[in-house]
């Protein structure tokens, strides 16, 4: 059972910004998140809170405040359709990686 | 271009051991600048962290499956190694191996992944 929650899904037209939350306990300094496409494995997006990973177009932001943090995707596009996760590195019971229960982004 | 992929039976029996090995082309898993790591992800699911393989030859594991869990760099240089034993049902998953930035929990390599399945 994770630790970081985040919504099941979220959903937006074209265009639009969609927000996508991550919250936890404390124990987790950076958060990283994770894009998967159908089909496909996940490919990094956000490093270290807010570091955009080598070639993620800056439609795609991450922030953090407090035990939450959050994704968010401006200027949605068709190809954004799919499955975000949040990550950290959980220094409690020894540590351990953990990640989000996923969030499901629709293209409407 | 460095690549990752997994390699290992898709079939394991309740109660065996399920192997899978991580070839890493391109680049070598005593890189420094890199860690190696194994997720795993049941159908339909979310993805679960199984293990972190440092460049210092330490290990992190998953506390949920540490009794069960071995990984290790291969004999060759460019490989790594998972073993999870007594499986059942539950460790039916596309397992992944994938490559971590040093110093930091960037997984920015990921392989295509494979699935295990645990039935008899």
């Known amino acids: 059972q994770s630790v970081l929650t985040q919504p099941p899904s979220a959903s937006g037209t074209p265009g639009q910004r969609v927000t996508i939350s991550c919250s936890g306990g404390?124990?987790?300094?950076?958060v990283y998140w994770y894009q998967q496409l159908p089909g496909t494995a996940p490919q990094l997006l956000i490093s270290r809170n807010n570091q955009r990973a080598s070639g993620v177009p800056d439609r795609f932001s991450g922030s953090r405040s407090g035990t939450s943090a959050s994704l968010a995707i401006s200027g949605l596009r068709s190809e954004d359709e799919g499955d975000y996760y949040c990550a950290a590195w959980d220094d409690r019971l020894g540590g351990r990686y953990v990640f989000g229960t996923g969030t499901k982004v629709t293209v409407l | 271009q460095v690549q990752v992929q997994e390699s290992g039976p898709g079939l394991v029996k309740p109660s065996e051991t399920l192997s899978l090995t991580c070839s890493v082309a391109g680049d070598s898993v005593s890189n420094l600048n890199y860690y190696w790591t194994w997720i795993r992800q049941p159908p339909g699911r979310g993805l679960e962290w199984i293990a972190f393989?440092?460049?210092?030859?330490?290990?992190s594991y998953n506390p949920s499956l540490m009794s069960r869990l071995t990984t290790s760099a291969g004999t060759s240089r460019n490989q790594f190694s998972l073993k999870l034993n007594s499986v059942t049902a539950a460790d039916t998953a596309v397992y992944y191996c994938?490559?971590?930035?040093?110093?930091?929990?960037?997984?920015?390599?990921w392989g295509q992944g494979t699935l295990v399945t645990v039935s008899s």
């Open positions: 404390s124990g987790f300094y950076y």
């Open positions: 994938a490559r971590v930035l040093s110093g930091t929990y960037s997984i920015d390599l």
């Open positions: 393989l440092y460049n210092t030859g330490t290990t």
